[in-house]
């Protein structure tokens, strides 16, 4: 197989190929440069490159593969990694200029297993600045361009890791979630997303943005990929006091079961106003197929969803200010010059530092923290959140899965949300529940709408029943057969 046609495959096809000798780990991660060199300057996914590590990892599978040794199932295959996520002696900047400058002086954890299974790091990705944003258009460095058609965004926060897949600058990228960032650019883009349950995959080395919500995972082009990456990055981790104690189980064990009997729950808040005619269509033809498949449809209803985007957005931001008051210019990163006193170089540092977007969260947040208001806003948001997850209990006590739209309408136009932040924040209401709940949660590309831009498909289910997910994830990814390759792959 041509090696420019091999970089736009799947992990499963580049590791046949990798097996048979027919290209090795070096050449992989080259061509995935190449790439790279053509056509991120359009994309802009990539913050910076790691190139010296990248072909360091790829001579080590070839010399395995050489010898005949096993190599780990993503062993030699090209990912991005957010740029929230550290990786030791590599800049981590989280896209935000108070962070420019700053090198990890160690690896995450995640970062850690992708070390031992020798699965090479082609670049850190751009994102919204400290993963706060829908589009990617908060992102101190530079813009991301969705590879399906370069004037609409790909999504965010994790934008830039969903455009280097669907660029076929990565195989496989690490996204972060805190309240949609990763489902929503792999709807964006096209490609498969998961939320991990919350616990599930260390948060230790992941930039911290609101803590009781981050997740780390997969963004992937198929459903089995996605099962394989996260195989490697969960598990409980003593440096991450919020990691479950439990052993992960092979997520691709049950991948192809079959769903007779399935009882799959759409949500009736989400699935019937507000939605493109085109993505409402979309949810009742996978309806239709999960029907013939032999699983049993069940209207949920879970009427808290009204109340989510105001209960995260005082969650988020209240954990955000708190998060963000390490940013001093003591202690990390950029630091104000010309200034007088300590406080003056606390308060330059900060206003020069962070980002418009940024700025808000932190004082929405400090104000819903404030002595006067706590009770008002932070105490009643969380006794929401608390009602939200009784809600999901209780859907999940009728259902295997619950089904949704990942996002009402499709990418939009950049440049189309940036002065309306509550529209931005809008496009959120399907994914943030879950991160209210701690439950796992994914996006399946189904379709294109009538402009070409991908349709995607939300799937939630019970904390710790990723199995299930990924089985019905996987069996309506078989029966659409969506072609993840984008017009930005062909540009070489
Ligand atoms: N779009 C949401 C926000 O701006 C979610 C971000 C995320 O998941 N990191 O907060």
């Given at each position: 197989m041509d090696i420019r046609e091999l970089i736009t495959k799947s992990s499963k096809e580049q590791r046949e190929a990798l097996l048979n000798k027919e290209v090795s780990a070096v050449e992989l991660a080259e061509a995935v440069y190449s790439q790279v060199e053509a056509v991120d300057e359009k994309i802009g996914a990539y913050n910076s490159l790691t190139k010296d590590y990248a072909i360091e990892t790829a001579k080590k599978v070839d010399e395995k593969i050489q010898k005949g040794e096993e190599i780990a199932p993503l062993a030699g295959i090209p990912l991005a990694l957010k740029d929230n996520i550290n990786l030791k002696s590599y800049p981590t900047t989280a896209s935000s200029k108070i962070l420019a400058n700053f090198v990890?002086?160690?690896?995450?954890?995640?970062?850690?297993?992708?070390?031992?299974?020798?699965?090479?790091?082609?670049?850190?990705?751009?994102?919204?600045?400290?993963?706060?944003?829908?589009?990617?258009?908060?992102?101190?460095?530079?813009?991301?361009h969705n590879p399906w058609n370069l004037n609409k965004v790909p999504g965010g926060s994790s934008g830039?890791?969903?455009?280097?897949?669907?660029?076929?600058?990565?195989?496989?990228?690490?996204?972060?979630?805190?309240?949609?960032?990763?489902?929503?650019?792999?709807?964006?883009?096209?490609?498969?997303?998961?939320?991990?349950?919350?616990?599930?995959?260390?948060?230790?080395?992941?930039?911290?943005?609101?803590?009781?919500?981050?997740?780390?995972?997969?963004?992937?082009?198929?459903?089995?990929?996605?099962?394989?990456?996260?195989?490697?990055?969960?598990?409980?981790?003593?440096?991450?006091?919020?990691?479950?104690?439990?052993?992960?189980?092979?997520?691709?064990?049950?991948?192809?079961?079959?769903?007779?009997?399935?009882?799959?729950?759409?949500?009736?808040?989400?699935?019937?106003?507000?939605?493109?005619?085109?993505?409402?269509?979309?949810?009742?033809?996978?309806?239709?197929?999960?029907?013939?498949?032999?699983?049993?449809?069940?209207?949920?209803?879970?009427?808290?969803?009204?109340?989510?985007?105001?209960?995260?957005?005082?969650?988020?931001?209240?954990?955000?200010?708190?998060?963000?008051a390490r940013f001093d210019g003591v202690k990390y990163g950029y630091r104000a010059k010309d200034v007088?006193?300590?406080?003056?170089?606390?308060?330059?540092?900060?206003?020069?530092?962070?980002?418009?977007?940024?700025?808000?969260?932190?004082?929405l947040g400090t104000y819903a923290l404030s002595s006067g208001y706590y009770d008002a806003y932070y105490k009643k948001a969380q006794q929401l959140r608390r009602l939200v997850k009784n809600d999901f209990d209780n859907a999940f006590s009728k259902v295997d899965v619950l089904l949704s739209p990942t996002c009402p309408h499709t990418a939009f136009d950049i440049g189309s949300k940036v002065e309306d932040p509550l529209s931005m924040y809008l496009t959120d209401i399907a994914t943030i529940t879950a991160n209210l709940a701690g439950i796992p949660a994914m996006n399946i590309p189904v379709g294109l709408d009538?402009?070409?831009?991908?349709?995607?498909?939300?799937?939630?289910?019970?904390?710790?029943?990723?199995?299930?997910?990924?089985?019905?994830?996987?069996?309506?990814?078989?029966?659409?057969?969506?072609?993840?390759?984008?017009?930005?792959?062909?540009?070489?």
């Open positions: 990890s002086p160690y690896d995450a954890t995640v970062t850690q297993k992708l070390k031992s299974n020798l699965i090479p790091i082609i670049g850190k990705a751009n994102m919204d600045e400290f993963a706060m944003g829908s589009s990617n258009e908060n992102s101190a460095t530079k813009i991301v830039g890791s969903a455009a280097a897949v669907a660029a076929g600058e990565a195989t496989v990228a690490l996204g972060s979630d805190t309240g949609g960032s990763i489902r929503l650019p792999a709807s964006y883009c096209g490609l498969v997303g998961l939320k991990p349950t919350y616990g599930r995959v260390s948060r230790y080395g992941l930039i911290a943005f609101a803590s009781s919500l981050d997740q780390i995972g997969p963004i992937t082009r198929t459903v089995e990929d996605a099962a394989l990456l996260l195989n490697v990055i969960s598990g409980h981790d003593e440096k991450d006091s919020t990691s479950l104690n439990q052993v992960a189980p092979d997520f691709t064990k049950d991948l192809r079961n079959d769903l007779k009997g399935v009882k799959i729950g759409y949500v009736k808040e989400l699935c019937s106003e507000g939605l493109t005619p085109e993505v409402s269509s979309a949810i009742q033809n996978a309806l239709n197929t999960y029907k013939e498949m032999g699983a049993e449809l069940v209207e949920i209803s879970l009427p808290l969803i009204k109340y989510s985007i105001a209960v995260y957005y005082v969650v988020a931001t209240a954990e955000a200010s708190s998060n963000l007088d006193t300590l406080y003056d170089m606390y308060v330059k540092t900060r206003a020069q530092g962070f980002g418009d977007e940024v700025k808000r969260r932190i004082m009538s402009t070409g831009m991908p349709i995607g498909l939300q799937l939630q289910a019970n904390c710790l029943n990723e199995t299930k997910l990924l089985n019905v994830a996987f069996k309506l990814e078989e029966a659409v057969q969506f072609n993840y390759s984008t017009p930005s792959m062909t540009l070489v």
